[in-house]
């Protein structure tokens, strides 16, 4: 079993910043990819950022150069540090991470979701 668990969510002005963190734990052999997904009422989640174990970074358009994600394989732990934060950025952000249980067989988990509101 694997747990996902987020913090950093709240409450921002435009501009503002804030930073997510997600810690996984468990039975684990190792992590390929760790991201952070969005999702506001009636769509579909979306995927801001992610990060290979490699280092190697993607992020949607919308947040480049505002949003930065890094990680640290050590402490299976992602970081998605968030500036000059717009209203339509406000959504549920979700932490996922495809991890290794059993060798070579790779699975896909969430965390339960922080709440990140930008207004004024």
């Known amino acids: 079993q694997v747990h996902l668990v987020e913090s950093g969510g709240g409450l921002v002005q435009p501009g503002g910043s804030l930073r997510l963190s997600c810690a996984a734990s468990g039975s684990i052999r190792s992590i390929n990819a760790m991201g952070w997904y969005r999702q506001t009422p009636g769509k579909q989640r979306e995927l801001v950022a992610d990060i290979t174990s490699g280092g190697r970074t993607n992020y949607v358009d919308s947040v480049k150069g505002r949003f930065t994600i890094t990680r640290d394989n050590a402490k299976s732990t992602v970081w998605l540090q968030m500036n000059n934060l717009k209203p339509e950025d406000t959504a549920v952000y979700f932490c996922?991470?495809?991890?290794?249980?059993?060798?070579?067989?790779?699975?896909?988990?969430w965390g339960q979701g922080t709440q990140v509101t930008v207004s004024s």
């Open positions: 996922n991470a495809v991890v290794e249980i059993i060798p070579a067989q790779m699975y896909n988990y």
